[in-house]
Nanobody
Framework: VQLLESGGGFVQAGGSLRLSCAAS????????MGWYRQAPGKQRELVAL???????NYTDSVKGRFTIFRDNAENTVYLQMNSLKPEDTAVYYC????????????????WGQGTQVVVSS
């Protein structure tokens, strides 16, 4: 399995970025796709999660500013980030929960390598 993340970068406060994460490889189905972030000296935290039935959760600090959506045909998840704040600065990681085969119900987690987002004040 591979996760190809893109879209990170440098932006001024109030600006926008869109992250994308494309999954490929031995994947039968993807249940959940999510974005997490880790700021320096802090623990990794969930930013947004979307399930195969389009249930969505956001951490409180990004509600109303970030939007997660997915393209099931392309096994890709996006995170549209608007009104960015300096406190959004972090490495953003994509994670999927997937099944390898229709024969087995076991699910696996897989993480991307992360993409840096820096928001300047």
């Amino acid at each position: 399995v591979q996760l190809l993340e893109s879209g990170g970068g440098f932006v001024q406060a109030g600006g926008s970025l869109r992250l994308s994460c494309a999954a490929s490889g031995s994947i039968f189905s993807i249940n959940a796709m999510g974005w997490y972030r880790q700021a320096p000296g802090k623990q990794r935290e969930l930013v947004a999660l979307i399930t195969s039935s389009s249930n969505i959760n956001y951490t409180d600090s990004v509600k109303g500013r970030f939007t997660i959506f997915r393209d099931n045909a392309e096994n890709t998840v996006y995170l549209q980030m608007n009104s960015l704040k300096p406190e959004d600065t972090a490495v953003y990681y994509c994670k999927i929960v997937y099944r390898m085969s229709r024969l087995y119900v076991r699910e696996y987690d897989y993480w991307g390598q992360g993409t840096q987002v820096v928001v300047s004040s």
